[in-house]
């Protein structure tokens, strides 16, 4: 258990001090020097039950309270971060569509990436006890002296509100270049995002400024104190034995103090203390997503690879086994390395399966074979005539085989001659309750894979028809 922002450390300290007093108080009770368990009679325990109770409410009450501002503290200081970089991150989009020289477009992102790195970072000093230290803005030396200077001669609030000032001005100076050319219904949500980040600020100001309510405070402390002087004499009277009066008091003296130092750990969550928000941290974050903006495939539109799976009802089938970008990532070079190999050289293992059953197959044959195999096919095509050729591969697409060996779908892969295709099919069949396959538990990782194969050679398919 680790003892790094622990409470009971302090509590510990306070509650030895009043269980000592205890124990000691005990043994010269024992020893008649003071004479204090005559008034056990005296003592109502009704009384001293009633007063606990009331100090454990109080104490409960209030650190509900610093606990649900510790809450909003966080969370608005999270809010805000998330705002302001989303209209940062709207604003490097929207430069995208720029007619401007790049130049020009590349000088208004980083204006803005430096803009939102300080504004974020005055808004943490303002609202956090930093004392010497400074929250790091990225290449703050790259804002022009004057700026600098002007905002020198602000304090707090006023330097925050400076910096959005210039945001803001840079934003509408933009528009009216045309830099920044979205529709205003659009560009409107930088202006919003500004303002909710502004708004989030504003209240983590008033828990900053205007502080948990004094009285609760005060009770808490004087009604603790009470119970520490009055614990040792009660335990004088209600124990037998000196370890006994001592272990009492320890333990319910380190419970309430606990409590109580809690509550005034969280009440400000912004600091330098240990249980405080991670504020550099916060900045930090900042920094490296802002830096992220300026990366050149940040700005770039997103292609979809061309064997990509369009088909949704097989996306459908195969959503339960999806794999995650971290298995897909280590794997990428393996599988960019063996991906011919793994769909298309199938020749030997075909010639196989002919000589076995003593002769060449039909092309129905060898797609029902492959199917139950759940395996890519290579068939080879007889010179022909194009139209010929076509009428083919049109058969198996349009379903002129037998309905139980139709292909769903069939692709072909052209090796330049048109002299061998190379097919790769599922199969199913065209009952609606066989197609929709997706709550079953049987599906093998064949079907995966074949799935996977069919999608390979798609675009090899339309080359070769358009060759046709």
Same mark, same amino acid.
């Given at each position: 258990?680790?003892?790094?922002?622990?409470?009971?450390?302090?509590?510990?300290?306070?509650?030895?001090?009043?269980?000592?007093?205890?124990?000691?108080?005990?043994?010269?009770?024992?020893?008649?020097?003071?004479?204090?368990?005559?008034?056990?009679?005296?003592?109502?325990?009704?009384?001293?039950?009633?007063?606990?109770?009331?100090?454990?409410?109080?104490?409960?009450?209030?650190?509900?309270?610093?606990?649900?501002?510790?809450?909003?503290?966080?969370?608005?200081?999270?809010?805000?971060?998330?705002?302001?970089?989303?209209?940062?991150?709207?604003?490097?989009?929207?430069?995208?569509?720029?007619?401007?020289?790049?130049?020009?477009?590349?000088?208004?992102?980083?204006?803005?990436?430096?803009?939102?790195?300080?504004?974020?970072?005055?808004?943490?000093?303002?609202?956090?006890?930093?004392?010497?230290?400074?929250?790091?803005?990225?290449?703050?030396?790259?804002?022009?002296?004057?700026?600098?200077?002007?905002?020198?001669?602000?304090?707090?609030?006023?330097?925050?509100?400076?910096?959005?000032?210039?945001? #803001?001005?840079?934003?509408?100076?933009?528009?009216?270049?045309?830099?920044?050319?979205?529709?205003?219904?659009?560009?409107?949500?930088?202006?919003?995002?500004?303002?909710?980040?502004?708004?989030?600020?504003?209240?983590?100001?008033?828990?900053?400024?205007?502080?948990?309510?004094?009285?609760?405070?005060?009770?808490?402390?004087?009604?603790?104190?009470?119970?520490?002087?009055?614990?040792?004499?009660?335990?004088?009277?209600?124990?037998?034995?000196?370890?006994?009066?001592?272990?009492?008091?320890?333990?319910?003296?380190?419970?309430?103090?606990?409590?109580?130092?809690?509550?005034?750990?969280?009440?400000?969550?912004?600091?330098?203390?240990?249980?405080?928000?991670?504020?550099? %941290?916060?900045?930090?974050?900042?920094?490296?997503?802002?830096?992220?903006?300026?990366?050149?495939?940040?700005?770039?539109?997103? /292609?979809?690879?061309?064997?990509?799976?369009?088909?949704?009802?097989?996306?459908?089938?195969?959503?339960?086994?999806?794999?995650?970008?971290?298995?897909?990532?280590?794997?990428?070079?393996?599988?960019?390395?063996?991906?011919?190999?793994?769909?298309?050289?199938?020749?030997?293992?075909?010639?196989?399966?002919?000589?076995?059953?003593?002769?060449?197959?039909?092309?129905?044959?060898? #797609?029902?074979?492959?199917?139950?195999?759940?395996?890519?096919?290579?068939?080879?095509?007889?010179?022909? %005539?194009?139209?010929?050729?076509?009428?083919?591969?049109?058969?198996?697409?349009?379903?002129?085989?037998?309905?139980?060996?139709?292909?769903?779908?069939?692709?072909?892969?052209?090796?330049?001659?048109?002299?061998?295709?190379?097919?790769?099919?599922?199969?199913?069949?065209?009952?609606?309750? #066989?197609?929709?396959?997706?709550?079953?538990?049987? /599906?093998? %990782?064949?079907?995966?894979?074949?799935?996977?194969?069919?999608?390979?050679?798609?675009?090899?398919?339309?080359?070769?028809?358009?060759?046709?």
């Amino acid at each position: 258990m680790s003892l790094r922002g622990s409470v009971f450390p302090q509590a510990a300290k306070y509650a030895l001090i009043v269980s000592i007093l205890s124990a000691v108080l005990k043994v010269m009770d024992q020893q008649d020097w003071i004479v204090l368990t005559k008034f056990a009679g005296q003592i109502n325990n009704a009384v001293f039950s009633g007063f606990t109770f009331t100090l454990g409410f109080v104490l409960v009450f209030r650190t509900n309270q610093c606990y649900n501002r510790f809450l909003q503290g966080a969370s608005s200081a999270c809010t805000m971060r998330s705002k302001m970089f989303e209209a940062a991150s709207s604003l490097v989009a929207f430069s995208t569509m720029s007619k401007k020289e790049r130049p020009e477009v590349d000088i208004f992102i980083h204006k803005v990436v430096r803009l939102f790195s300080l504004v974020h970072g005055t808004a943490l000093e303002v609202i956090c006890d930093a004392g010497h230290k400074e929250f790091p803005v990225l290449d703050i030396g790259g804002i022009p002296e004057k700026n600098l200077e002007c905002l020198k001669r602000f304090r707090g609030q006023l330097r925050v509100d400076m910096v959005y000032q210039w945001i #803001i001005t840079l934003v509408t100076h933009a528009v009216d270049t045309g830099l920044v050319a979205v529709p205003p219904p659009i560009l409107s949500r930088v202006f919003h995002e500004l303002e909710l980040s502004r708004v989030e600020f504003n209240q983590i100001l008033q828990i900053i400024n205007i502080p948990a309510p004094f009285p609760y405070a005060q009770a808490a402390s004087v009604l603790l104190g009470v119970y520490s002087i009055s614990t040792p004499i009660i335990m004088v009277v209600w124990s037998t034995h000196p370890a006994v009066a001592f272990i009492i008091t320890f333990v319910c003296t380190v419970a309430l103090w606990s409590i109580e130092l809690i509550a005034t750990e969280i009440e400000n969550p912004f600091g330098q203390d240990v249980n405080d928000l991670p504020v550099f %941290e916060f900045q930090e974050d900042m920094n490296a997503s802002l830096l992220m903006l300026l990366d050149p495939a940040a700005r770039e539109v997103m /292609d979809l690879d061309p064997a990509a799976n369009m088909n949704v009802s097989s996306l459908i089938t195969l959503s339960r086994k999806f794999k995650s970008f971290s298995e897909v990532s280590q794997n990428i070079s393996q599988d960019l390395s063996s991906t011919n190999d793994q769909f298309f050289d199938v020749d030997s293992s075909v010639e196989n399966d002919d000589m076995q059953h003593g002769g060449a197959k039909s092309l129905e044959e060898k #797609i029902q074979e492959k199917n139950e195999r759940h395996m890519a096919i290579r068939v080879d095509v007889p010179e022909m %005539e194009p139209n010929s050729l076509q009428a083919q591969l049109t058969a198996l697409q349009g379903g002129m085989l037998p309905q139980q060996h139709k292909p769903h779908p069939v692709e072909a892969r052209c090796d330049g001659n048109l002299n061998t295709v190379s097919c790769a099919a599922r199969m199913c069949d065209a009952n609606p309750d #066989i197609a929709s396959r997706e709550d079953s538990k049987h /599906d093998s %990782e064949h079907e995966v894979d074949q799935w996977h194969r069919i999608h390979q050679v798609r675009e090899a398919y339309d080359k070769a028809l358009s060759r046709v």
